[in-house]
């Protein structure tokens, strides 16, 4: 009885969500991405596309979101909504998470990227431009998958801060007390690997077009780089997310090493307790910001 109620509630939604995207004027890049998408389709291999063009898509993107924090350091006005205003950036710094940034992503991610095409040919997933979902359908399976990412990473991440491991492996990823973007990857090889394990679950469950595994690459490298940005931007959209985590939240963890141990939500740091101290953080903070008003 409850599992017919539930479909029926789903099945509603969805078409709610279609009636409103039939309202929705057409989109003038729908054209032009699907010459693209064929273009891509006729001209190199499924092994390319899932390989190469994945290791594209993480590259360009991880960078691009990455620009904003870095030309942030040399904005005088930006200096305010950084929130450890004590730790600046330096070159050496950023210069050494690049180092190991290159060493990660073509040495570790890289051969686990190769998996992907093998992946998606014994799934079956489909690659053409026909079975390619809406855009609403791939927001919802990216929300799942930041679910599943966020519940895996929660338990590991905290895992990994155990006294007895926490200095072999995730010590690397705290060297940076004042976290920025560039740093969300900056990790040893292990914790890329085990860490990294919560980005695939979702998508070996969810994956019905190769086009989610670059959407689902996209909103997490979103997500990672500006809770990592190491600046708490007013109006900032990802805000407006229910249970968001934010650049706050995460900026917490690095500067105390203990705490806040989820990714993208506060669910799970709310159910056991971890951000008790984050919130009395918060309060402390507030009243000595209405002390000197």
């Known amino acids: 009885m409850a599992a017919n109620e539930s479909i029926s509630i789903f099945s509603s939604a969805s078409l709610a969500v279609e009636y409103v995207d039939s309202l929705l004027p057409e989109n003038p890049l729908q054209e032009p991405f699907k010459n693209a998408w064929n273009y891509m389709l006729n001209n190199y291999t499924k092994f390319q596309i899932a390989t190469w063009g994945s290791l594209i898509v993480h590259e360009v993107l991880y960078f691009l979101f990455c620009l904003p924090g870095f030309l942030f350091q040399f904005i005088p006005y930006m200096k305010k909504y950084k929130i450890q205003k004590d730790k600046p950036e330096t070159w050496e710094n950023q210069w050494k998470c ?3 940034l290159l060493f990660n992503h073509f040495c570790i991610q890289l051969p686990l990227i190769c998996g992907t095409y093998y992946f998606t040919e014994y799934f079956s997933i489909p690659y053409d431009w026909e079975t390619m979902p809406r855009w609403y359908m791939l927001l919802a399976r990216c929300f799942g998958c930041a679910v599943i990412e966020d519940t895996w990473h929660y338990f590991l991440h905290r895992l990994l801060h155990h006294k007895r491991i926490y200095k072999y492996i995730h010590k690397i990823h705290h060297e940076f007390q004042a976290p920025f973007g560039m740093e969300a990857e900056y990790a040893h090889p292990l914790e890329t690997i085990i860490l ?98």
Request: charged share 20%; glycine share 6%.
């Open 98 to 100: 690049f180092k190991v």
């Open 196 to 293: 990294g394990t919560g980005f695939f679950i979702g998508i070996m469950l969810l994956c019905d077009h190769v086009i989610l595994l670059w959407a689902w690459v996209t909103v997490r490298l979103i997500e990672t780089i500006d809770v990592h940005s190491g600046y708490d931007i007013p109006l900032n959209p990802l805000n407006l997310i229910p249970f968001y985590a934010g650049s706050r939240h995460h900026d917490f963890h690095h500067m105390n090493f203990i705490g806040n141990y989820a990714s993208t939500f506060t669910w799970w740091d709310r159910i056991f307790g971890t951000d008790s101290q984050f919130n009395a953080y918060n309060e402390k903070m507030k009243k000595v910001e209405k002390k000197t008003e």
